[in-house]
């Protein structure tokens, strides 16, 4: 199997993901890619560019940039792809379970606060309409 040479400028990664130069060189700065240096431009490697793919992707689920490196770097690294699929899908779960509970404790509320409503509305209805009484 012939392993890629295609690269990709900062431009063009940015242009392609929908992001900015500045993210892609912040998360340079962190260590979460390492894009090749050919005197002072960049050159992503298709390596770097699914890193920044699954950085980009872990953002959006609401990963942290911590579990982000933590998801990404298993992936180079024993336990490699199974590893880091495993915690995944622990992860999912974690997160899938506390927005479950989020959501319950939202039904709640707004359950408690119809509640509220409708006892305030019968109070008022009780209550003597001053304009009524000029």
């Known amino acids: 199997m012939q392993q890629s040479t295609r690269t ?14 500045r993210t892609i060189r912040f998360y340079e700065d962190k260590g979460l890619i390492s894009p090749e240096r050919v005197g002072t431009a960049r050159v992503f490697h298709p390596r770097d560019r699914v890193r920044l793919q699954l950085i980009l992707r872990g953002k959006r689920l609401g990963f942290s940039l911590d579990e982000i490196a933590t998801i990404v770097d298993m992936y180079d690294s024993s336990p490699g792809e199974r590893g880091q699929l495993e915690f995944l ?8 379970a506390a ?3 989020k959501r319950q404790d939202l039904e709640e509320a707004l359950a408690e606060l119809d509640e509220l409503e409708l006892r305030c509305r019968q109070d008022l209805e009780s209550l003597p ?6």
């Open 129 to 134: 309409d001053p304009r009524r009484q000029r």
């Open 89 to 96: 899908i622990s992860d999912i779960r974690q997160r899938k």
């Open 99 to 101: 927005l479950e509970q």
């Open 8 to 21: 990709w400028s900062i431009g063009e990664l940015a242009a392609e993901f929908d992001t900015t130069l």
